[in-house]
């Protein structure tokens, strides 16, 4: 990290306002040779974070833009090193002649998410914090962005490190106690031991258990529209996209392939699947979309099983729903076409274990029942708590770390009740704590953190 990095900070299309990043130990001389101030000394004179005005010159010393001026010197910036921001006016051009400027003055392109890595690397952002940073650029629904502010904040690593801690007390109990026999330390007592590592897998247990919602905050709800040919599941898919992304006819059978896209419902992000109709069929090419259907069914979270509300109730309705019934998954009645009956009366059944979680009529053509849909489904997933905002995990990542110390405490405390002695057992929690270690950052190995900035976008 001896070299300056920069890049175009904002997304390349016209706007208000474009900005240009530096980082590195050359980024305040590096602006001083294209950013000229209409007042005062240069840049390298200013004091920190200082907004100062001035003129935006290419590689040839021609005005290519009025523009400001910020620098933020080692260690007290994003990146913990000398950084600075040009704030122009967003025409591509402008911002490329700029970027093709600070070439020039030294400055290489910089990869993405090198920023964020940078920072990282100088201990400024553990790695829940610059993983947060990802998951707030990506936040789709206020309760994502406040999922990531707050891990953003240090939530998710303050849970951690809790946990990290209380492990460190032990181990360094028992290292105190064998390696200083001489001195007056208080041995191990088994039942205290025992004590602290059942508290220790609670925890583990509690934070791994985040990890569904976590995950379907950030990814969305896989969601599988289900139902027989020509019951207005694609008509419900696109009233819910907003726009015509499926075909619709008066055609059984039209939709012979799943399609996929996203949508916000209820403050949900669903990840949508609109699919062929349940049904027997010789058609070899509707076969395979059915088996597609299947196929969906099986990986969704949330399945809405669509009837036409405007049509006798048929024994392949009554399939399309002990097929939603017999998947174990959540899942919603939808009786479709409201509009040309007036509400439904929905049949009920003796669904067992698995009823639906709400039965909605609506019709996807004019809008009417849409929003008893929305909330229902707002209610299957609703926001965390504000206490447990930002200490949720949010990818398998840090799943997987979290689950692996789980298990090592877990395997500790069962070595304890079988009677082995105290160095087998913090041999498995010092495993733990290596897996927290990967979780934060402090253990993680190079190749785990190039795949984890590989998702960032240039310029953060």
């Given at each position: 990290?001896?070299?300056?990095?920069?890049a175009?900070?904002t997304?390349?299309?016209?706007?208000?306002i474009g900005i240009?990043?530096l980082?590195?130990?050359?980024?305040?001389?590096?602006?001083?040779?294209?950013f000229?101030?209409f007042?005062?000394?240069?840049?390298g004179?200013?004091?920190d974070?200082?907004?100062?005005y001035?003129?935006?010159?290419d590689?040839?010393g021609?005005?290519?833009?009025?523009c400001?001026c910020?620098?933020?010197?080692s260690?007290?910036?994003y990146?913990?090193?000398?950084a600075a921001?040009?704030q122009c006016?967003?025409?591509?051009?402008?911002?490329?002649?700029?970027?093709?400027?600070l070439?020039?003055?030294?400055a290489?392109?910089?990869g993405?998410g090198?920023?964020?890595?940078?920072?990282?690397l100088?201990?400024?952002?553990?790695?829940?914090?610059?993983?947060?940073?990802?998951?707030?650029i990506?936040?789709?629904?206020?309760?994502?962005?406040?999922?990531?502010?707050?891990?953003?904040?240090?939530?998710?690593?303050?849970?951690?490190?809790?946990?990290?801690?209380?492990?460190?007390?032990l181990?360094?109990h028992?290292?105190?106690?064998?390696?200083?026999?001489?001195e007056?330390?208080?041995?191990?007592?088994?039942?205290?031991?025992?004590?602290?590592?059942?508290?220790?897998?609670?925890e583990?247990?509690?934070?791994?258990?985040?990890?569904?919602?976590?995950?379907?905050?950030?990814?969305?709800?896989?969601?599988?529209?289900?139902?027989?040919?020509?019951?207005?599941k694609?008509?419900?898919f696109?009233?819910?996209?907003?726009?015509e992304?499926?075909?619709?006819?008066?055609?059984?059978?039209?939709?012979?392939d799943t399609?996929?896209?996203r949508?916000?419902?209820g403050?949900?992000?669903?990840?949508?699947?609109d699919?062929?109709?349940l049904?027997e069929?010789?058609?070899?090419?509707?076969?395979?979309?059915?088996?597609?259907?299947?196929?969906a069914l099986?990986r969704?979270?949330?399945?809405l099983?669509v009837t036409?509300?405007?049509?006798a109730f048929t024994?392949?309705?009554?399939?399309?729903?002990e097929?939603?019934?017999?998947?174990g998954?959540?899942?919603?009645?939808?009786?479709s076409?409201?509009?040309l009956?007036?509400?439904?009366?929905l049949?009920?059944?003796?669904?067992?274990?698995?009823?639906?979680?709400?039965?909605?009529?609506l019709?996807?053509l004019t809008?009417?029942?849409?929003?008893a849909?929305e909330?229902a489904?707002?209610?299957?997933?609703p926001?965390?708590?504000?206490?447990?905002a930002g200490a949720?995990l949010?990818n398998?990542?840090?799943?997987?770390a979290?689950g692996?110390?789980?298990?090592?405490?877990?395997?500790?405390?069962?070595?304890?009740s079988?009677g082995?002695?105290?160095?087998?057992?913090?041999?498995?929690?010092e495993e733990?704590?290596?897996a927290?270690?990967?979780?934060?950052g402090?253990?993680?190995?190079e190749?785990v953190?190039a795949r984890?900035?590989?998702?960032?976008?240039?310029?953060?």
């Open positions: 990290m001896n070299d300056t990095i920069a175009i900070a997304p390349p299309i016209p706007s208000a240009l990043r980082s590195g130990p050359g980024a305040v001389q590096a602006v001083d040779r294209v000229v101030p007042h005062g000394g240069p840049m004179e200013r004091p974070r200082t907004l100062v001035g003129t935006l010159r590689r040839e021609a005005v290519i833009d009025h400001l910020t620098v933020s010197r260690p007290h910036s990146t913990g090193e000398d921001e040009l006016h967003g025409s591509p051009a402008v911002l490329a002649l700029g970027l093709e400027a070439f020039a003055a030294g290489r392109q910089a993405p090198e920023f964020t890595r940078r920072a990282f100088n201990g400024r952002l553990d790695l829940t914090r610059a993983e947060a940073v990802a998951d707030l990506h936040a789709e629904t206020p309760a994502a962005a406040r999922q990531a502010a707050g891990q953003l904040g240090g939530a998710l690593a303050r849970t951690v490190d809790g946990i990290y801690g209380g492990l460190t007390d181990c360094a028992f290292h105190a106690v064998l390696d200083y026999p001489d007056d330390i208080e041995p191990f007592e088994a039942e205290e031991l025992a004590g602290a590592l059942e508290a220790a897998a609670g583990l247990d509690r934070l791994a258990a985040t990890y569904r919602r976590g995950r379907l905050l950030n990814e969305g709800v896989p969601c599988a529209i289900v139902g027989r040919p020509n019951a207005g694609s008509t419900l696109n009233a819910l996209l907003g726009y992304r499926a075909i619709v006819t008066d055609i059984p059978g039209t939709t012979r399609v996929e896209e949508a916000i419902l403050g949900v992000v669903l990840r949508l699947a699919t062929a109709g049904r069929t010789e058609d070899a090419v509707e076969q395979l979309g059915v088996e597609r259907s299947r196929e099986e969704a979270e949330l399945i099983a036409d509300g405007a049509g024994q392949e309705d009554q399939e399309a729903l097929l939603a019934s017999l998947s998954k959540t899942w919603i009645w939808i009786a076409k409201r509009d009956t007036g509400p439904t009366a049949w009920t059944a003796g669904w067992g274990g698995n009823a639906p979680a709400a039965a909605v009529s019709s996807a809008g009417e029942g849409m929003e849909l909330q489904v707002a209610a299957l997933f926001e965390p708590p504000e206490a447990q949720l949010t398998a990542r840090q799943a997987e979290a692996r110390a789980r298990e090592a405490v877990r395997r500790g405390a069962q070595a304890l079988a082995m002695p105290p160095d087998a057992v913090v041999a498995d929690v733990a704590m290596s927290l270690g990967e979780l934060t402090r253990t993680v190995r190749d953190t984890i900035f590989e998702r960032f976008c240039v310029g953060k």
